[in-house]
T-cell receptor
Framework: RKEVEQDPGPFNVPEGATVAFNCTYS??????FFWYRQDCRKEPKLLMS???SGNEDGRFTAQLNRASQYISLLIRDSKLSDSATYLC?????????????FGTGTQLKVEL | NAGVMQNPRHLVRRRGQEARLRCSPM?????VYWYRQLPEEGLKFMVY????????ESGMPKERFSAEFPKEGPSILRIQQVVRGDSAAYFC?????????????FGPGTRLTVT
């Protein structure tokens, strides 16, 4: 089983649509969770951290369910510029380490 | 530009040569990480360093690869005797190193092509 699993997509949605991505992780001891976006194999850019209480940043909402080991990202009112690959990222923070474990990403294509 | 800097952005090496990749962390950051992204694959952790210390190298191949973060200057990822399978994008990231602050910020990457 992969440490972080995501549906690779692609998700093709019209501009203005709401789209949701899900992610599951296998290490129940994981402590920190993030969503990054990656454009055309450029560097990953931090989109948002994910907290147990859920957090929102403009059109983006992230949720964490520790019991189910499940993370979600909701994008409302999609823009063409949201087209990218969204990476679910987990940090076990074990043994004093601080290494990120990446999912393979979910591709989003927003169309006119 | 206060972001993570990497150079070179593109590097071409012939099989058997050495590759040196450099990374300067974001201003105020003391922790550096190296990740590798093979074609059509996700990013994989390689090594985590603080100044003059390797904290976690569990993702580094056992041979030919080494990393350092000297007291002065950038972090260096060195690949000796490169092979075609080393062709990949190598990303460096940095973080502040403060307790509770675990976000990592990535540089633009070095794309290594081995011919």
């Amino acid at each position: 089983r992969k440490e972080v699993e995501q549906d690779p997509g692609p998700f093709n949605v019209p501009e203005g649509a709401t789209v949701a991505f899900n992610c599951t992780y296998s290490n129940s001891a994981s402590q920190s969770f993030f969503w990054y976006r990656q454009d055309c194999r450029k560097e990953p850019k931090l989109l948002m951290s994910v907290y147990s209480s859920g957090n929102e940043d403009g059109r983006f909402t992230a949720q964490l369910n520790r019991a189910s080991q499940y993370i979600s990202l909701l994008i409302r009112d999609s823009k063409l510029s949201d087209s990218a690959t969204y990476l679910c990222v987990v940090n076990p923070l074990t043994g004093g380490g601080n290494k990120l474990t990446f999912g393979t990403g979910t591709q989003l294509k927003v169309e006119l | 530009n206060a972001g993570v800097m990497q150079n070179p952005r593109h590097l071409v090496r012939r099989r058997g040569q050495e590759a040196r990749l450099r990374c300067s962390p974001m201003k105020g950051h003391s922790h550096v990480y190296w990740y590798r992204q093979l074609p059509e694959e996700g990013l994989k952790f390689m090594v985590y360093l603080q100044k003059e210390n390797i904290i976690d190298e569990s993702g580094m191949p056992k041979e030919r690869f080494s990393a350092e973060f000297p007291k002065e200057g950038p972090s260096i990822l060195r690949i000796q005797q490169v092979v075609r399978g080393d062709s990949a994008a190598y990303f460096c990231a940095s973080s502040p190193g403060r307790a509770g602050s675990y976000e990592q910020y990535f540089g633009p990457g070095t794309r290594l092509t081995v011919t």
